[in-house]
């Protein structure tokens, strides 16, 4: 099992930043794939960025050149720099990770999910 907690949500003004951080505990070594992706109220989770244990990156198009992930394997956590921060980008942002296992299976988690609202 992976359980994942969210930290670094809130409020902030359009222009602004923030940094979401998110710690992951469970019995595993190393997660494959740690990032987020992000909810708005009524549309789709969509992906922000993914980063795996390797350093391969994936970013959203709209959010290349203002977020940055960045991760720590030996801690299990990955954070996102939000910069330039617009009212378009507020939802609710979850932390996401995918562990490979044995056979070609995986397990995914999801965190429950920070609350970011940007004003214009």
């Known amino acids: 099992q992976v359980h994942l907690v969210e930290s670094g949500g809130g409020l902030v003004q359009a222009g602004g930043s923030l940094r979401l951080s998110c710690a992951a505990s469970g019995s595993f070594f190393r997660l494959n794939v740690m990032g987020w992706y992000r909810q708005a109220p009524g549309k789709q989770r969509e992906l922000v960025a993914t980063l795996t244990n390797g350093g391969s990156l994936n970013y959203a198009d709209s959010m290349k050149g203002r977020f940055t992930i960045s991760r720590d394997n030996a801690k299990n956590t990955v954070d996102l720099q939000m910069n330039s921060l617009k009212p378009e980008d507020s939802a609710v942002y979850y932390c996401?990770?995918?562990?490979?296992?044995?056979?070609?299976?995986?397990?995914?988690?999801w965190g429950q999910g920070t609350l970011v609202t940007v004003s214009s």
């Open positions: 996401y990770s995918k562990l490979d296992l044995p056979a070609y299976r995986y397990l995914e988690a």
